[in-house]
């Protein structure tokens, strides 16, 4: 493989970066799976991903709106509720989920294989 120049390998490097920026950290893609998945409410997402707490997801949820990937209703009843849905922006992050996903099956195919040929 040809040594690519540095234009070009910046070129390739920046959109990524970008793209890291919103959706980095342990827990933002797996609140987006949640909700992607159906899970609306604060505890339906929060029960579905473990060891997550509420202050973390607060947050990660508000980072989110922010930046257009999610979107909270609240209705006017007793007591207030409080749904988060994805944005068809969120929605074009399913073929990277799904990549990742398989990625991982692999991966944990591969390393759990290496453990086992060791014993």
Not at 3 to 18: F, G, M, R, S
Not at 66 to 86: G, N
């Amino acid at each position: 493989m040809a040594k690519v120049n540095h234009t070009n390998c910046e070129a390739y490097i920046l959109p990524i970066q970008d793209a890291l920026e919103v959706i980095n950290g342990k827990w933002k893609m797996l609140i987006l799976i949640s909700i992607l998945q159906g899970n609306k409410r604060f505890k339906e997402i929060e029960r579905s991903i473990p060891k997550i707490n509420g202050k973390v997801l607060a947050q990660e949820l508000k980072n989110l709106e922010e930046h257009d990937l999610i979107k909270r209703t609240v209705y006017d009843e007793s007591p207030v509720l409080i749904e988060y849905t994805a944005t068809d922006y969120a929605a074009t992050l399913q073929p990277v989920f799904q990549a990742l996903q398989a990625w991982g099956t692999n991966h944990r195919k591969r390393i759990i294989g290496k453990h086992k040929t060791k014993k």
